[in-house]
């Protein structure tokens, strides 16, 4: 697809994106803010007053009257088209209905569970029979929906699934054994979306009726966090399943647990960004109100770097989140909506970004790791006790490590994917990269730098993120060849460069954007996070970059190579505790996140 | 049967408000606005007569600039009206009550309304005048207060608190209701309706379009100063109610000197 007009995956790579074109969550029309505050009300009508029964008590049934709430305002169809009964929203809107989701808790993973992963599949792979049975259901929440991917013995490794479904002589039906666990949602589901091997060896997508003789719901697990969600084991025992029952392909059930996860994966990226921006407002407030010496704790250097770093992190997140949703409905809005294959289409072009997707994954829910561990510590032994939700906040912010893809499986993937688009020639990455390497191993350039523009400096720093990942990856790949896969080390710390790239660019293409439309002045929080951010990011990226060369090459090659790297990474320090102060000064006033 | 529902957008009650001094106008460039909670039950019950069947139709009218259209649109047409009318008038900047219930009436007259519904009051500025003088400018029956309403054929029969207990009023059509807390539980808008509520009419009328007049506001705000800050406060301790009341007395009559 390398001559297609819409954007594709791992592209900023390669070229420049013009500001304009990316797109920001200041770019939210009417509808989607009207949207977004409906979100919260939702929360804070139906599942604040329920905390305690759901964070502490973990009543895991609570779940399924929320979801029928929630079906009800319309905050469950907004995956499913419009000719089943949904909204067809795009997916800037998705992302903001899951950002804004994420403040009621767990409910949100129950959320995530029955609108993501337990609708979308039938969404992008159903029949037009499938869809009209099920959706219309599944959109106001008369049906309740989850997915089993998962086995005892299968995790990363989906694909090793035990699970068997063999047709019975009829040729009716299916019947199926096998356990599947730790599936959201699965207590008080209709439907699940379940993956067998058909005669153990052909793996395959199914819709299973729950009412079904032979299937067993497991007990409870007791999590450490989201308690208030529903987690079981689902064990079939001669479960009969009819043969019209089979979604997509015979054998192609891979393309649906792939192509699920990917959306799952942008999904979880913004459900992360929400929480991160809800830690931050647990913490803020308290920092204002709380004295120790005489004085309130926001005042304190201390306080207001973690006040900073957490805001500027966020920013991070929201920016390649957004950039992230405008890409893929660009990518979306070149299919004509009234092709019968649309929906297939449609997750064919979300596909093409996995790489995108993998990264929001693990960033945002990094980010997320940081601001819950950082917001507690704001709070000092309050933080630790459950009196105040920062205690609840980190221990619910595991999760999101785990599961969606292991952060480790989704590092993995992000160079991966990078070379696969290379060697299926979508992506001239190769010959970028040979140029990069020239350049490190050519001689220096000896301009003068003159008085620098406006985020010039930190532009520079950007694009040479971006040449730093052509530089490793392409050398990596020379190097080790087909090998390459087994360096998870190497391929790990490209693949945090690569995201660091990914971040540091979205967020200066989003000030950009916002310098253009309202001015410097009107910008400067957004720039000010964004150059402290990218400063640190530069430090990480030569280390991580450090770390894959002198894994790669060795001798006269090493030290060429470290040298030319020297000279992209080089940067003068800026004085971090003015920009902290700067961005701390805006949150604290904002009593949360804020980039205006 | 036509419904009007008489709606303000007031600051979010979460708004913070800065002001260290005195002054002339209240900064509320940074203000959220929401509709007036007290309106929403007038919305809910309108909605709710319309639903329970027959020909009724539903009209919110709300005096303001054109930033009311969001509140417009997520808080009423979403929610179940049928239409809105804005009336749009810069003499209605920082009107009173009087002005802006001559600007309502004028609309309510103009297109003729069964039932008027509206907030017991603002919680802005919470003088709770509009519906009363509303009633009297319209000539038409007037319950405030009301926690319960049935309609009948030409009449209703509606409960309003009173102190100690409540009262229960019977009218006739039309009528002016002011609507209090408990009346009703407000829906929220479900995402699809806030997308077709985009599509239902909004009707903007300048005071010219209505050929008024508006009276001159018998009362103008001069400043707004913050609430002066809170006195240290005495904890009597009660191991000993009778001492404790003793302690509480004296104190009342020696320091506080209030009794
Ligand atoms: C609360 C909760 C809800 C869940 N909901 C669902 C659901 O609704 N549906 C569903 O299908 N599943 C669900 N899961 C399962 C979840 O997706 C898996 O737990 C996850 O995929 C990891 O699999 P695992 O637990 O078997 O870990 P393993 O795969 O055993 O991994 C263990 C560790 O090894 C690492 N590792 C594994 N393979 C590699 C590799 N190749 N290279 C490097 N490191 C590797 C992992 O990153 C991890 O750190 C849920 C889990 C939980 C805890």
Same mark, same amino acid.
């Given at each position: 697809?390398?001559?297609?007009?819409?954007?594709?995956?791992?592209?900023?790579?390669?070229?420049?994106?013009?500001?304009?074109?990316?797109?920001?969550?200041?770019?939210?029309?009417?509808?989607?803010?009207?949207?977004?505050?409906?979100?919260?009300?939702?929360?804070?009508?139906?599942?604040?007053?329920?905390?305690?029964?759901?964070?502490?008590?973990?009543?895991?049934?609570?779940?399924?009257?929320?979801?029928?709430?929630?079906?009800?305002?319309?905050?469950?169809?907004?995956?499913?088209?419009?000719?089943?009964?949904?909204?067809?929203?795009?997916?800037?809107?998705?992302?903001?209905?899951?950002?804004?989701?994420?403040?009621?808790?767990?409910?949100?993973?129950?959320?995530?569970?029955?609108?993501?992963?337990?609708?979308?599949?039938?969404?992008?792979?159903?029949?037009?029979?499938?869809?009209?049975?099920?959706?219309?259901?599944?959109?106001?929440?008369?049906?309740?929906?989850?997915?089993?991917?998962?086995?005892?013995?299968?995790?990363?490794?989906?694909?090793?699934?035990?699970?068997?479904?063999?047709?019975?002589?009829?040729?009716?039906?299916?019947?199926?054994?096998?356990?599947?666990?730790?599936?959201?949602?699965?207590?008080?589901?209709?439907?699940?979306?379940?993956?067998?091997?058909?005669?153990?060896?052909?793996?395959?997508?199914?819709?299973?009726?729950?009412?079904?003789?032979?299937?067993?719901?497991?007990?409870?697990?007791?999590?450490?966090?989201?308690?208030?969600?529903?987690?079981?084991?689902?064990?079939?025992?001669?479960?009969?399943?009819?043969?019209?029952?089979?979604?997509?392909?015979?054998?192609?059930?891979?393309?649906?647990?792939?192509?699920?996860?990917?959306?799952?994966?942008?999904?979880?990226?913004?459900?992360?960004?929400?929480?991160?921006?809800?830690?931050?407002?647990?913490?803020?407030?308290?920092?204002?109100?709380?004295?120790?010496?005489?004085?309130?704790?926001?005042?304190?250097?201390?306080?207001?770097?973690?006040?900073?770093?957490?805001?500027?992190?966020?920013?991070?997140?929201?920016?390649?989140?957004?950039?992230?949703?405008?890409?893929?409905?660009?990518?979306?809005?070149?299919?004509?909506?009234?092709?019968?294959?649309?929906?297939?289409?449609?997750?064919?072009?979300?596909?093409?970004?996995?790489?995108?997707?993998?990264?929001?994954?693990?960033?945002?829910?990094?980010?997320?790791?940081?601001?819950?561990?950082?917001?507690?510590?704001?709070?000092?032994?309050?933080?630790?006790?459950?009196?105040?939700?920062?205690?609840?906040?980190?221990?619910?912010?595991?999760?999101?490590?785990?599961?969606?893809?292991?952060?480790?499986?989704?590092?993995?993937?992000?160079?991966?994917?990078?070379?696969?688009?290379?060697?299926?020639?979508?992506?001239?990455?190769?010959?970028?990269?040979?140029?990069?390497?020239?350049?490190?191993?050519?001689?220096?350039?000896?301009?003068?730098?003159?008085?620098?523009?406006?985020?010039?400096?930190?532009?520079?720093?950007?694009?040479?993120?971006?040449?730093?990942?052509?530089?490793?990856?392409?050398?990596?790949?020379?190097?080790?060849?087909?090998?390459?896969?087994?360096?998870?080390?190497?391929?790990?710390?490209?693949?945090?460069?690569?995201?660091?790239?990914?971040?540091?660019?979205?967020?200066?293409?989003?000030?950009?954007?916002?310098?253009?439309?309202?001015?410097?002045?009107?910008?400067?929080?957004?720039?000010?996070?964004?150059?402290?951010?990218?400063?640190?990011?530069?430090?990480?990226?030569?280390?991580?970059?450090?770390?894959?060369?002198?894994?790669?090459?060795?001798?006269?090659?090493?030290?060429?190579?470290?040298?030319?790297?020297?000279?992209?990474?080089?940067?003068?320090?800026?004085?971090?505790?003015?920009?902290?102060?700067?961005?701390?000064?805006?949150?604290?006033?904002?009593?949360?996140?804020?980039?205006? | 049967?036509?419904?009007?529902?008489?709606?303000?957008?007031?600051?979010?009650?979460?708004?913070?408000?800065?002001?260290?001094?005195?002054?002339?106008?209240?900064?509320?460039?940074?203000?959220?606005?929401?509709?007036?909670?007290?309106? $929403?039950? *007038?919305?809910?019950? /309108?909605?709710? @007569? !319309?639903?329970? =069947?027959?020909?009724?139709?539903? #009209?919110? +009218?709300? %005096?303001?600039?054109?930033?009311?259209?969001?509140?417009?649109?997520?808080?009423?047409?979403?929610?179940?009206?049928?239409?809105?009318?804005?009336?749009?008038?810069?003499?209605?900047?920082?009107?009173?009550?009087? $002005?802006? *219930?001559?600007?309502? /009436?004028?609309? @309510? !007259?103009?297109? =003729?309304?069964?039932?008027?519904? #509206?907030? +017991?009051? %603002?919680?802005?500025?919470?003088?709770?005048?509009?519906?009363?003088?509303?009633?009297?400018?319209?000539?038409?029956?007037?319950?405030?207060?009301?926690?319960?309403?049935?309609?009948?054929?030409?009449?209703?029969? $509606?409960?309003?608190?009173?102190?100690?207990?409540?009262?229960?009023?019977?009218?006739?059509?039309?009528?002016?209701?002011?609507?209090?807390?408990?009346?009703?539980?407000?829906?929220?808008?479900?995402?699809?309706?806030?997308?077709?509520?985009?599509?239902?009419?909004?009707?903007?009328?300048?005071?010219?379009?209505?050929?008024?007049?508006?009276?001159?506001?018998?009362?103008?705000?001069?400043?707004?100063?913050?609430?002066?800050?809170?006195?240290?406060?005495?904890?009597?301790?009660?191991?000993?109610?009778?001492?404790?009341?003793?302690?509480?007395?004296?104190?009342?009559?020696?320091?506080?000197?209030?009794?």
């Amino acid at each position: 697809m390398s001559d297609a007009k819409y954007p594709t995956g791992g592209e900023f790579l390669l070229q420049e994106t013009d500001p304009a074109d990316c797109f920001t969550p200041e770019d939210f029309d009417e509808n989607q803010r009207m949207f977004a505050t409906t979100v919260d009300d939702f929360t804070a009508k139906h599942v604040l007053p329920v905390v305690e029964e759901l964070e502490y008590e973990g009543d895991t049934t609570l779940g399924k009257g929320l979801l029928k709430e929630a079906g009800t305002m319309g905050l469950l169809m907004a995956d499913i088209p419009e000719a089943y009964g949904g909204m067809g929203s795009n997916k800037a809107t998705i992302m903001l209905i899951s950002e804004k989701i994420a403040h009621a808790g767990s409910f949100a993973v129950t959320h995530g569970a029955q609108s993501g992963i337990g609708t979308l599949p039938i969404v992008y792979f159903g029949t037009d029979e499938q869809k009209q049975k099920y959706l219309p259901g599944i959109a106001t929440g008369e049906i309740m929906t989850c997915y089993a991917l998962t086995e005892p013995g299968s995790g990363s490794d989906a694909l090793a699934a035990a699970t068997t479904a063999m047709l019975t002589d009829d040729g009716k039906h299916y019947v199926m054994n096998g356990t599947k666990q730790y599936i959201t949602n699965a207590s008080y589901s209709e439907i699940v979306i379940l993956f067998a091997k058909i005669d153990g060896d052909k793996f395959t997508g199914f819709i299973v009726d729950l009412s079904s003789d032979g299937v067993t719901i497991g007990a409870e697990e007791k999590k450490m966090g989201i308690k208030g969600s529903s987690t079981c084991a689902i064990i079939l025992e001669d479960v009969k399943v009819p043969v019209e029952n089979v979604l997509g392909e015979i054998g192609k059930g891979h393309h649906i647990a792939f192509n699920i996860l990917n959306v799952g994966r942008f999904k979880l990226g913004a459900s992360t960004t929400g929480g991160s921006k809800m830690a931050l407002s647990a913490a803020v407030p308290y920092t204002k109100d709380r004295k120790q010496f005489e004085q309130p704790l926001c005042s304190f250097g201390l306080i207001r770097r973690k006040i900073a770093d957490v805001a500027a992190a966020i920013f991070m997140s929201e920016s390649m989140l957004y950039r992230t949703a405008g890409l893929l409905d660009v990518a979306i809005d070149t299919l004509d909506k009234k092709d019968a294959g649309y929906d297939r289409k449609s997750i064919q072009q979300v596909e093409e970004f996995s790489i995108e997707c993998s990264m929001i994954k693990v960033f945002a829910s990094e980010v997320l790791a940081l601001s819950a561990d950082e917001c507690l510590q704001m709070l000092g032994g309050y933080g630790y006790c459950q009196e105040y939700p920062l205690e609840r906040i980190y221990r619910d912010e595991r999760i999101n490590r785990i599961f969606e893809g292991t952060n480790e499986i989704n590092r993995m993937l992000v160079p991966g994917m990078i070379l696969k688009k290379a060697m299926k020639g979508e992506l001239p990455f190769l010959q970028a990269a040979q140029a990069v390497a020239d350049e490190l191993t050519g001689l220096p350039s000896f301009e003068e730098p003159g008085e620098p523009e406006f985020l010039e400096n930190e532009a520079k720093l950007v694009a040479n993120m971006k040449k730093i990942v052509l530089a490793t990856l392409g050398m990596a790949a020379q190097k080790f060849g087909m090998e390459l896969k087994d360096q998870q080390e190497v391929l790990a710390d490209i693949a945090d460069i690569t995201m660091a790239a990914y971040a540091c660019e979205s967020a200066l293409l989003r000030t950009k954007k916002k310098v253009a439309k309202d001015g410097e002045e009107a910008a400067a929080l957004m720039a000010n996070m964004f150059t402290l951010y990218v400063h640190d990011a530069m430090e990480d990226v030569s280390t991580w970059a450090r770390n894959v060369m002198a894994g790669t090459v060795e001798g006269d090659e090493l030290r060429t190579m470290l040298a030319g790297l020297r000279r992209l990474t080089k940067h003068d320090p800026v004085n971090r505790t003015k920009l902290h102060d700067a961005i701390a000064d805006k949150v604290i006033e904002a009593e949360g996140y804020t980039a205006e | 049967m036509k419904i009007a529902v008489c709606v303000k957008q007031v600051p979010d009650s979460e708004t913070r408000i800065t002001l260290a001094a005195p002054a002339a106008q209240l900064d509320d460039s940074g203000f959220t606005r929401v509709l007036n909670p007290y309106d $929403a039950y *007038a919305v809910e019950e /309108a909605v709710k @007569i !319309k639903e329970a =069947g027959g020909e009724v139709e539903v #009209t919110a +009218i709300i %005096a303001g600039p054109e930033t009311v259209k969001e509140t417009l649109k997520k808080d009423c047409l979403a929610v179940g009206c049928d239409k809105a009318i804005i009336i749009s008038d810069p003499e209605l900047v920082g009107a009173d009550e009087m $002005a802006l *219930a001559t600007a309502m /009436a004028a609309v @309510i !007259k103009r297109d =003729g309304y069964d039932l008027v519904l #509206t907030g +017991i009051k %603002a919680i802005d500025d919470d003088s709770g005048q509009l519906g009363i003088i509303l009633g009297e400018m319209l000539d038409m029956a007037h319950v405030s207060t009301i926690t319960k309403l049935d309609l009948g054929e030409g009449s209703l029969t $509606a409960e309003r608190e009173i102190e100690g207990g409540k009262e229960i009023v019977e009218a006739s059509l039309p009528a002016v209701l002011t609507c209090q807390k408990g009346l009703n539980e407000p829906r929220l808008p479900s995402l699809p309706n806030i997308m077709k509520a985009g599509m239902k009419p909004m009707e903007t009328v300048t005071c010219a379009d209505l050929g008024l007049e508006l009276p001159t506001s018998l009362s103008t705000v001069k400043t707004f100063s913050p609430p002066p800050a809170r006195g240290e406060c005495k904890l009597i301790d009660a191991e000993d109610p009778a001492a404790a009341a003793r302690e509480l007395a004296r104190l009342l009559n020696e320091e506080a000197k209030v009794i």
